[in-house]
């Protein structure tokens, strides 16, 4: 195990920067998942750490040393892909314990780790059988346990759940948490889904265009964002934005209609902000509060997620209990200041 340690790593392919000075602390053990849409550089830096790809400025250290010029094999790391990347025509046990007979490990050595890490990830009944006799969840164990078996400082994964179907992602999610735990090694996880970051890490990096958004603990990035692009892409559904003006009584007025924040902001009278609302801190209220017309009714059994209409704004509201909405009816909301975000128009940070 080891940490790994980024400082101001930048990659450009030519004159096109993708990478632009990004800076990041992995601790020694820590869960730490890269997320953010696609293209935003999380799988590029990823492969900067594994040494897929070069580093055009700044370092990367894993351990105490610096590996910007250190081909793969010689940084101690083990990289689960999207694919799984196995050899169809070899076998469960030859698949997981391939890197240590390039290594030229001793035959015991090497059947007591595959076992090992078959044990670990229920792979000890499929060992002799092939990849093409295997589930899409199975083949992603075998490319978990080939990892496993290198016993590497870090651990990478790259997208290695996208391949599967939704219940099978839940599952995988669980176990590849669970195995976490059990080894203690340092992870570091690139995914663009927002569910996978919360459930999993223990610090999310959010990306955005080559930059660091936010770093921190997934609750304190869905309860306190940075900015406009954490408060929408973290969450599901995200953050609710309404464009406002602030008033000298700590409210802001948007479409004629006062909505009340949890306060300390020292905005001036009529500055334009953006006031934000997570859906689940929406109630329904006889009267008052935000009158909207429901669009769109979305029932998934433990709640209902409802798409309304307030002005120009979509605005989702998830309810618990259930209600009998009908498209076109109209309703009051009534938001828990509390939970109210403000963020300034301008820049998109929070105020």
């Known amino acids: 195990m080891s940490r790994v340690t980024i400082r101001g790593a930048r990659k450009s392919y030519g004159e096109v920067e993708i990478i632009h000075g990004v800076d990041i602390d992995i601790a ?52 689960v892909f999207q694919s799984y990347a196995l050899y169809p025509h070899m076998t469960v046990a030859e698949n997981m314990g391939f890197a240590l007979r390039l290594r030229r490990t001793d035959a015991k050595v090497i059947d007591q780790r595959v076992r090992a890490a078959a044990e670990i990830l229920s792979l000890t009944p499929y060992l002799g059988r092939y990849p093409r006799e295997l589930s899409g969840g199975q083949r992603q164990r075998v490319a978990m346990g080939r990892a496993i078996v290198r016993d590497p400082q870090v651990f990478l994964f790259d997208e290695p759940l996208s391949n599967l179907d939704a219940k099978l992602r839940v599952q995988m999610r669980a176990e590849i948490k669970e195995l976490h735990q059990r080894l203690k090694t340092t992870i570091v996880f690139v995914t663009h889904d927002q569910v996978e970051a919360m459930t999993m890490a223990d ?64 905005v001036a009278e009529g500055e334009p902000v953006v006031w934000g609302i997570r859906p689940e801190h929406l109630d329904l209220a006889d009267a008052g ?49 509390e939970h109210a975000h403000l963020f300034d128009a301008a820049s998109g940070l929070r105020l």
Request: with cysteine; hydrophobic share 45%.
């Open 203 to 266: 610090k999310i990096v959010v990306l955005h265009d080559g930059v660091v958004e936010q770093i921190g603990a997934p609750l304190e990035l869905y309860d306190r964002p940075r900015n406009l692009f954490v408060a929408t892409f973290i969450g599901s559904p995200g953050m609710n934005l309404i464009r406002a003006r602030a008033r000298a009584d700590g409210t802001v007025e948007a479409g004629g209609v006062r909505l009340a924040t949890a306060g300390g902001h020292a």
């Open 28 to 79: 020694d053990g820590e869960f730490v998942v890269l997320v953010g849409p696609s293209g935003c550089g999380k799988s590029t830096l990823l492969r900067m750490i594994a040494g897929l790809e070069s580093v055009t400025a700044g370092t990367i250290a894993i351990g105490e040393r610096i590996v910007n010029d250190l081909p793969p094999m010689q940084r101690d790391i083990a990289m």
């Open 289 to 337: 509060g935000l009158p909207a017309t429901v669009a769109v009714v979305e029932p998934t059994g433990s709640e209902t997620q409802v798409l309304l209409r307030f002005g120009a704004s979509d605005i989702v509201a998830v309810f618990r209990d259930r209600h009998d909405f009908r498209p076109g009816q109209g309703v009051h909301l009534r938001p828990r200041p």
